[in-house]
């Protein structure tokens, strides 16, 4: 019962552009962290990109830096990740999840960092498989 839905998934080739969604009942409408998680074959799921619904401010981690972008449409209630110059390595089944009750001293690279550890609910993901 996460609500959320993700797609965009797939198998796709190396190198090109990949936009993953993930819409959800007033998923932006209000202060919650949204992110986007990924776990690859025999790895733990880890935080991807997280943005705040309020204030739009995003975190990346370091192996996505200048390569992926994480937008939200409000209209929508849709969280995006834009996936530019793949890699074999992003290979995983990528999820999105959110808190909608952060606490005050939680920001948008703390639910990147340890999001995947506390956060309870999960839905389905989706794939990406990026192979040549």
């Known amino acids: 019962q996460s609500q959320l839905v993700e797609s965009g998934g797939g198998l796709v080739q190396p190198g090109g552009s990949l936009t993953l969604s993930c819409s959800g009942s007033?998923?932006?409408?209000?202060?919650?962290?949204i992110g986007w998680f990924r776990q690859a074959p025999g790895k733990e799921r880890e935080g991807v990109s997280c943005?705040?619904?309020?204030?739009?401010?995003?975190f990346y981690r370091d192996s996505v830096k200048d390569r992926f972008t994480i937008t939200q449409d409000k209209i929508k209630n849709t969280v995006y990740l834009q996936m530019n110059n793949r890699k074999p390595e992003d290979t995983a089944v990528y999820y999105c999840?959110?808190?909608?009750?952060?606490?005050?001293?939680?920001?948008?690279?703390?639910?990147?960092?340890?999001?995947?550890?506390?956060?309870?609910?999960w839905g389905q993901g989706t794939p990406v498989n990026v192979s040549a």
């Open positions: 943005i705040n619904s309020k204030d739009g401010s995003t």
């Open positions: 999840n959110v808190d909608r009750t952060p606490p005050d001293w939680s920001t948008v690279n703390t639910l990147c960092r340890i999001g995947s550890r506390f956060l309870g609910s």
């Open positions: 007033d998923l932006t409408s209000n202060d919650y962290q």
